[in-house]
C-alpha cells in the first residue's frame, strides 16, 4: 500500500514554497517510511531555496532536521519496527567507501540514500529530497540506517534538533576535536549552531567559554547557555581577536597566548581568519559555517604571536558534527533527559507546515534560534 502525506517543497527557481500533496510507495528493502511528527527549520533550507534549488530537480521536498514515528520497513530491516520514534540523520554510513571500509564512518564519503519514491499527486512526478530527508512533510521515507531510535520519553519535537544543528555544534567539541577538561574556547558567531558549540564545550568541562558575536540579543544567549565571557564584536575597539586573547591572560596572570579551541560557526571568512588568531601556540580554529562556493579566505603564516606557522595553528573542518548518529543521538538524548543539554530553550517558537515562508522570514529578520514545525 502507498502513504499519502501533504509535503513542503519548492516547485520551481525563483518560487514561494508550497504545501502539495504526496504518495509515498510501500519501502524498499533497506528503507523505512516515517510519519513525521515535528522538523527544525535550518538556514540550510533557506539557502537552497535562495539557491534556486542548488542543483536538485524539482519539485523538492525541504527539511532535514525532523523526528518522528516509523509506519513502516522494509524486508531488510530488523533494527526498527512500526511505532518506534525516530530522529532521521542526514549521514548514514555507506560502509563501502573508503573511510568506511578502513573503520572511521564518521567521515563516510558517500551517506546512505532511499529507493522508495516519494512522488507529487497528480502527476507523479519524484520528489528530491533536501539531504536525503525531506522533513517538511507530514510522511517521508529514508534509508533504515538513517532513522535513528529515540527513548520513549524523548519529546520529538525537542529531538528533532538533534539532527542538524545541535549536533553540528556539540560534536564539533566531542568529535571534530575533543575540548578537554579546563580548556578555553572561543565560539565566533552565537546561533543556533554557536549556542550548540557552547553547551559541547560546557559538557566537555571547558573552564573558559567566550562568546563573540555583534548581536546583543545573541550574547545574552551565549550566556545563557554557558558562557564564561562574552565580546561584542562590534564594540571592543574593532579588534575581536585581542579582546579574546586579553580575557584569556586575565584568566591566566602571566600567559600571553590565546584559546586552545576557536569555532567559527558564522560562515563568514574573515570569522574563519579571527578564530586561526584567537588560539594559541598549538591550539585548534574549526572552521563549521557553510561558505558560499566562491568565499576564499587568507591566513597570515609568517606573524610571530598569530601567524599559522609560527604558531603552530591546526585548521579543522567540521561537516555535521563528524558524527556517527546511531551512537551520538541516542547520547545527545540521554545528556538532554539528563538536563545537561537544554534543548527547550533552543526552540524559539512553533509554525504549522503551511507557515514555512514565515519562518524563512522570521530566521532572516528576527532573533531566532530554532522554529519547529509541528505536524
Known amino acids: 500500500m502507498a502513504f499519502s502525506g501533504k509535503a513542503a517543497v519548492l516547485t520551481e527557481a525563483g518560487k514561494d514554497v508550497e504545501l502539495i500533496d ?28 535562495m539557491q534556486q534549488g542548488a542543483g536538485m530537480k524539482f519539485p523538492i521536498i525541504l527539511g532535514h532536521e525532523g523526528a518522528g514515528i516509523v509506519k513502516a520497513v522494509g524486508s531488510n530491516v530488523t533494527h526498527l519496527k512500526p511505532g518506534d520514534p525516530v530522529v532521521i540523520a542526514y549521514r548514514a ?11 572511521d564512518p564518521r567521515h563516510c564519503y558517500m551517506a546512505l540514500r532511499p529507493t522508495t519514491p516519494i512522488t507529487r499527486v497528480g502527476d507523479d512526478a519524484r520528489c528530491s529530497q533536501v539531504l536525503r530527508c525531506g522533513t517538511f512533510s507530514t510522511t517521508t521515507v529514508v534509508n533504515a540506517k538513517a532513522a535513528i531510535k529515540m527513548p520513549e520519553n524523548m519529546p ?39 549556542l550548540s558549540v557552547i553547551q559541547g564545550a560546557k559538557i566537555q568541562g571547558a573552564k573558559q567559554i567566550i562568546g563573540v558575536d555583534v ?71 574549526v572552521n563549521i559555517g557553510f561558505p558560499g562556493k566562491d568565499a576564499e579566505v587568507t591566513l597570515n603564516v609568517g606573524n610571530i604571536d598569530t601567524g599559522v606557522y609560527w604558531n603552530k595553528v591546526n585548521l579543522k573542518v567540521c561537516h555535521c558534527g563528524d558524527a556517527l548518529p546511531s551512537h551520538d543521538f541516542p547520547l545527545l538524548a540521554q545528556l538532554y533527559l ?31 534560534i530554532r522554529s519547529v514545525i509541528r505536524l
Open 22 to 49: 504526496i504518495s509515498v510507495a510501500d519501502p524498499a528493502p533497506d528503507d523505512a517510511v516515517i510519519e513525521v511528527v515535528a522538523s527544525g527549520v535550518c538556514h540550510t533550507d533557506l539557502t537552497i531555496k
Open 93 to 103: 554510513p555507506c560502509s563501502n567507501c573508503p573511510a568506511c571500509r578502513r573503520g
Open 156 to 194: 520529538l519535537d525537542k529531538a528533532c534538533l538533534l539532527a542538524c544543528g545541535v549536533i553540528t555544534g556539540v560534536g564539533a567539541t566531542m568529535n571534530t576535536t575533543q575540548v578537554w577538561p579546563g580548556a578555553s574556547v572561543a565560539v565566533v558567531g552565537c546561533g543556533g549552531v554557536g
Open 215 to 285: 548581536n546583543p540579543t545573541k550574547l545574552q544567549w551565549a550566556k545563557d547557555f554557558g558562557a564564561t565571557h562574552i565580546v561584542n564584536a562590534a564594540d571592543c575597539g574593532g579588534d575581536p581577536v585581542a579582546a579574546v586573547r586579553n580575557l584569556v591572560a586575565d584568566d591566566w596572570p602571566g600567559y600571553e597566548g590565546g584559546v586552545d579551541f576557536a569555532f567559527e560557526a558564522t560562515g563568514l571568512m574573515k570569522c574563519i581568519e579571527q578564530a586561526v588568531r584567537m588560539v594559541n601556540y598549538n591550539g585548534t580554529a
Open 338 to 368: 539528563e538536563g545537561r543539554l537544554n534543548l527547550d530553550a533552543m526552540v524559539t517558537g512553533y509554525v504549522k507546515l503551511d507557515e514555512v515562508e514565515h519562518a524563512f522570514h522570521t530566521m532572516e529578520t528576527g532573533n531566532v
